[in-house]
């Protein structure tokens, strides 16, 4: 058995309101609109219907009612619609008017909400570059000073066997080359050497557990990084400024 009457597109077009709408009206007022339904579920909707649903619109959209006082107004008897509420000459120029201004609405908002994400997402990418320029930024800075201290180092082994080769010199200039002198000497030397490679083998340590450092902080994410570079080297880079100024100090 077929059921006659107009789709839904055909209906929003006569009512004068968007498909959504009088989808979202036959929820709300489904004691006082009834489309037919196709075998398949799709709405088919008599003049009666359509009828209704104009006499609806004028409530909602020219008289400004509510939802709420549109339903409780068209539950109390004597306020259901009849042909003689909308003559036709009304209903057709309602129906012609209203969906330049309803079109025009809907349209401009589309138009808004679509800048809107525009704008957001342009923030969005603002913000991500800045973060990762700033992050790039710190890193480089933490490599350079890496480099420093690294220099630095260098500087302070050089210093020390320089002092102990010289130390060692002034002694062998002073002492009387005999056999007990030579022996003494060469004991000094070795305790020098020890003591050199002992140095040496701690800043190449000190060295490997930086570089091991550096490489786990560039495997974590961009805010780990950045307080790892802001706080927690800023912190190590004082101690050791500390220690080598003392070390000079005891020189």
């Known amino acids: 058995m077929s059921v006659t009457g ?22 709300e007022f489904s004691n006082f ?26 409530l909602l959209h020219f008289q400004n009612f509510s939802i709420k006082q549109a339903k409780d107004y068209l539950n109390q008897p004597g306020n259901r619609p009849s042909d ?24 401009v908002c589309r138009y808004l909400e679509h800048q809107m994400e525009v704008i957001a997402e342009g923030q969005v990418k603002a913000i991500q570059l800045a973060l990762d320029q700033t992050a790039a930024t710190v890193l ?39 056999p007990q002198d030579v022996e003494e000497i060469k004991r000094m030397y070795a305790e020098a050497k020890d003591r050199w490679l002992i140095e040496e083998a701690k800043v190449r340590m000190e060295i490997q557990r930086l570089k091991h450092e550096l490489s ?31 070390t000079d100090l005891n020189e």
């Open 140 to 178: 480089d800075e933490v490599r350079e000073l890496e480099s420093e201290h690294f220099t630095q180092w260098s500087r302070l082994v050089e210093h020390t066997a320089s002092k102990t080769n010289e130390k060692i010199l002034a002694a062998v200039d002073e002492l009387r080359r005999t």
């Open 84 to 107: 003689t509420d909308m003559p036709e000459t009304q209903i057709i120029a309602s129906s012609a008017a209203a969906p330049t201004a309803a079109s025009l609405a809907q349209d």
């Open 6 to 27: 107009k789709t839904l597109s055909e209906t929003a077009m006569d009512v004068g309101v968007e498909p959504s709408t009088i989808k979202y009206w036959c929820e």
């Open 216 to 246: 786990e902080v560039q495997n974590q994410s961009l805010w780990q990084r950045l307080i790892w570079a802001i706080f927690g080297r800023g912190k190590q880079f004082s101690e050791m400024d500390n220690q080598y100024k003392n």
């Open 33 to 58: 609109i009834r489309p037919a339904r196709t075998p398949g579920g799709h709405r088919r909707f008599s003049e009666e219907d359509i009828r209704d649903l104009r006499y609806l619109r004028q």
